[in-house]
């Protein structure tokens, strides 16, 4: 067998590289979803001190590389607090932050888009903080938001090859090894770049199918 031959083995190391990124990809985009979405209530609620704290954060999130966060936090972290790091925490810590920041902005833009009449007349019916938020705020809100967070979570997506870097076996990481033992990276490549593509139209799809339902869901109730 030639150095540079493809073998079937190969096929079920991409399949496993894939598994990697789509697992992380959706861990990380949970995560993430939860906790800008959490960040985006206490900045509508404005809760004091935590609202500048979760903008802060948000903000230095968005605004810087997402390489070097993922360098700070698989080298830096265990470094200055002492404590073990492995590649698979790292890149689950960076994504999910990563993400939150973004999610956070398309849910503050989200809230602030429902007229403070609707709120305020919920609150004259008597309906708590609470109701008022289950009831009147996050039926609209998500179906603002599906269309900004599908756009989010395919780059995201795309994102996540970044992790192969600090030697997490993903897609992308089984495609460098692969790359380097059969010296053939036009179809190396291309194959790796279209298990992406798929998986990002799959994720597109999904979101656009959410946001149709989301949509005449809201219609139907006068939302």
Do not use: C
């Given at each position: 067998?030639?150095?540079?031959?493809?073998?079937?083995?190969?096929?079920?190391?991409?399949?496993?590289?894939?598994?990697?990124?789509?697992?992380?990809?959706?861990?990380?985009?949970?995560?993430?979803?939860?906790?800008?979405?959490?960040?985006?209530?206490?900045?509508?609620?404005?809760?004091?001190?935590?609202?500048?704290?979760?903008?802060?954060?948000?903000?230095?999130?968005?605004?810087?590389?997402?390489?070097?966060?993922?360098?700070?936090?698989?080298?830096?972290?265990?470094?200055?607090?002492?404590?073990?790091?492995?590649?698979?925490?790292?890149?689950?810590?960076?994504?999910?932050?990563?993400?939150?920041?973004?999610?956070?902005?398309?849910?503050?833009?989200?809230?602030?888009?429902?007229?403070?009449?609707?709120?305020?007349?919920?609150?004259?019916?008597?309906?708590?903080?609470?109701?008022?938020?289950?009831?009147?705020?996050?039926?609209?809100?998500?179906?603002?938001?599906?269309?900004?967070?599908?756009?989010?979570?395919?780059?995201?997506?795309?994102?996540?090859?970044?992790?192969?870097?600090?030697?997490?076996?993903?897609l992308a990481k089984i495609g460098a090894?692969?790359?380097?033992?059969?010296?053939?990276?036009?179809?190396?490549?291309t194959v790796v770049g279209i298990l992406?593509?798929?998986?990002?139209?799959?994720?597109?799809?999904?979101?656009?199918?959410?946001?149709?339902?989301?949509?005449?869901?809201?219609?139907?109730?006068?939302?």
């Open positions: 067998m030639r150095y540079t031959e493809f073998t079937p083995f190969d096929l079920w190391l991409l399949a496993q590289g894939l598994g990697v990124t789509i697992g992380l990809f959706l861990v990380t985009s949970l995560i993430g979803l939860a906790i800008g979405t959490l960040w985006g209530v206490i900045r509508f609620y404005r809760v004091p001190v935590l609202t500048e704290v979760v903008t802060f954060v948000a903000e230095v999130l968005k605004n810087s590389p997402v390489l070097v966060q993922l360098f700070l936090v698989f080298f830096g972290f265990p470094a200055f607090f002492k404590v073990n790091m492995t590649p698979v925490e790292a890149a689950v810590i960076t994504l999910s932050a990563n993400t939150a920041a973004f999610v956070y902005v398309i849910a503050v833009s989200a809230i602030e888009s429902i007229g403070r009449d609707q709120i305020e007349a919920a609150r004259v019916f008597g309906l708590s903080r609470w109701q008022v938020l289950r009831h009147v705020i996050a039926p609209q809100a998500a179906a603002f938001s599906i269309g900004p967070l599908t756009a989010l979570l395919v780059n995201q997506l795309q994102v996540t090859s970044l992790i192969s870097v600090i030697g997490v076996m993903d090894n692969l790359n380097l033992r059969t010296l053939k990276p036009f179809i190396v490549w992406y593509y798929l998986t990002a139209k799959l994720v597109a799809m999904l979101g656009a199918k959410l946001e149709k339902r989301l949509r005449a869901h809201s219609a139907f109730r006068g939302l």
